[in-house]
């Protein structure tokens, strides 16, 4: 198995929807992040979490929210996908300063 | 806001030959990594570098990061198909990890 998982690995969905991403990890690593990935635009940071309590905006958190419901589980949500949100979606841990990625969910908004 | 410029943005060469890719940041690097993702998958972790100046060499691919620590390259020698991916940089420090633009390379057999 993975050692970090996300569900779904592919969605599509309708303008307006409410879509939620959800990671998990057996890694026991403190910190987890959310990225977006973009042609030309390699990775954009959303969220990182550094611990349960403690949750932070990366460079492009318009639009998004999290829920760090556990030291290993991470959420993302759309609370209104638009489709400029249509993107390949990575969740990662960190530890001692390697990032470990998931598999991705690419998310389709019409 | 730290940016990260890579260039080329694409590369195709055949088996064989040597190619170097870029990695220019707007400011001083706090540390800087390499990853390589590969089609479907995440990226991967190659290489991280602190010191100016610091080569650093994995198998055929060898890492140099500049003496004011603000570039790095990333240079393969007879590249090979499984070179193939998506070859990022990124700054790692304070671990919030910010991402270079990416250099797509494809090797043909």
């Known amino acids: 198995d993975a050692d970090v998982t996300q569900t779904p690995r592919n969605r599509i969905t309708k303008t307006g929807k409410r879509i939620m991403l959800e990671c998990s990890q057996t890694?026991?690593?403190?910190?987890m992040y959310w990225y977006r990935q973009d042609p030309g635009l390699g990775l954009r940071l959303i969220y990182y979490?550094?611990?349960?309590?403690?949750?932070n905006k990366g460079e492009i958190s318009d639009g998004y929210s999290v829920s760090r419901q556990a030291q290993a589980k991470f959420s993302l949500s759309l609370e209104s996908a638009i489709p400029n949100q249509t993107a390949l979606y990575f969740c990662?841990?960190?530890?001692?300063?390697?990032?470990?990625f998931g598999e991705g969910s690419r998310l389709t908004v019409l | 806001t730290q940016l990260l410029e890579q260039s080329p943005q694409f590369l195709s060469i055949q088996e064989g030959e040597n190619l170097t890719v870029y990695c220019n940041s707007s400011?001083?690097?706090?540390?800087l990594q390499w990853y390589r993702q590969e089609p479907g998958e995440g990226p991967v972790l190659l290489v991280t570098?602190?010191?100016?100046?610091e080569v650093k060499k994995l198998k055929r691919l060898t890492f140099q990061f500049g003496d004011a620590r603000k570039d790095s390259s990333l240079h393969i020698t007879a590249a090979q198909p499984g070179d193939t991916g998506l070859y990022l940089c990124?700054?790692?420090?304070?671990?919030?990890?910010?991402f270079g633009t990416g250099t797509r390379l494809k090797v043909l057999a």
């Open positions: 890694k026991g690593h403190d910190r």
């Open positions: 400011s001083v690097f706090s540390s």
């Open positions: 990124a700054d790692s420090g304070t671990y919030k990890y910010i």
């Open positions: 570098v602190v010191t100016g100046g």
């Open positions: 979490s550094f611990d349960v309590k403690d949750i």
């Open positions: 990662a841990t960190s530890e001692t300063g390697e990032l470990f």
